[in-house]
C-alpha cells in the first residue's frame, strides 16, 4: 500500500498539463496522491478550475484573485467571486478561497491594492466559513495583522512557506498550516531545514505548487502532484521522522483543514454534475 497522500496546492488546470491531466491524476491515485486541490487565480480561470474538480474524482477547487494576477482582478470580480460562492454552498468539490495573499517580492507591487483584494477576500471567507489558501512572500507580518482581524474560524494554510519559526509560530496560534513542499528538498534550503525541524506535526500540510517549485530531483522541469511521495520522503527524512508519520500526520491535517473524512477513500468516479455557467 502506497502511503496516502493529499496535495494541497496545484495549478493543475494549467496549460503545462493540457495534454496529459487526466493521465497525470490517474498515475497520482496509483501512488497513493487521493486528492489533489486546485487553486484559481483570477476570474478567468475559475470555470476551467471548477469544471477539472467536476471532472475529475479526486480533484477539488479553490476560488480567488492571487495578488501576482493584480492587472487582470476588475472591482466587479469581487461580486463575481461571491456569486460563485453562494452558487457552490455545500459542494464538497469547492474546497477554500485561494489563491488569495500578498507578494512584495515581485517588482514594483501594489502594495495597497493587494492590500484591498486580500482584505475583502477574508470578509468572503468568514462570510462563507471557508478555509483561505495563502501565498505570502515578504509579507508575513501585514498579512499577519489582517489575519488577526479577521478571525478565520476554518484559518487555512501559509503555502510555500519559507518564513522564520517566529512567523511559522504565528500562524500555528491563528489555527493555521504551513504548507511545505518542492522548496524545501533542496539542499541549500538551510533556514527551512531548521524551521521545519522545529515544525509540530499538527502544523503540516504537504503540496507541490506544480507546475512550479520542482523539488530537487527535478530541477528545471515542471512540477507534479506525482512527485509528492519523493517530497513527503525528502522532508521526513530532514525531520527526522519515517515518511510514513509525515504521510499520515499531514494527510489528516488536510482533510481536518477541509472538513474531508480521513477514512474515505476516494475511489469512484463522481456524478457527473452540471457545470456552472460562467459570467
Ligand atoms: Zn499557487
Redo the contacts with the bound molecule.
Sequence with gaps: MPMRLIDT?T?LDFEHFDADRHQVLTRCRQAGVERVVV?GVHAANWARVWQLACDEPTAYAALGLHPVFLQDHRPEHLDELRGWLARLRGEDKLCAIG?IGLDYYIENPDREAQHHWLDAQLALAAEFELPVLL?VRRAHAPVLALLKRHKLVRAGVA?AFSGSWEEAREYIRLGFRLGLGGAGTWPQAHRMHRVLQQLPLDSIVLET?APDIAPASHPGMRNSPEHLPAICRTLAGLKGIAPEELAEASYRNSCELFGWKADARVSRPAAPRPPVPHR
Excluded: G
Design positions: 496546492h495549478h487553486l489563491e501565498h503555502h505548487d
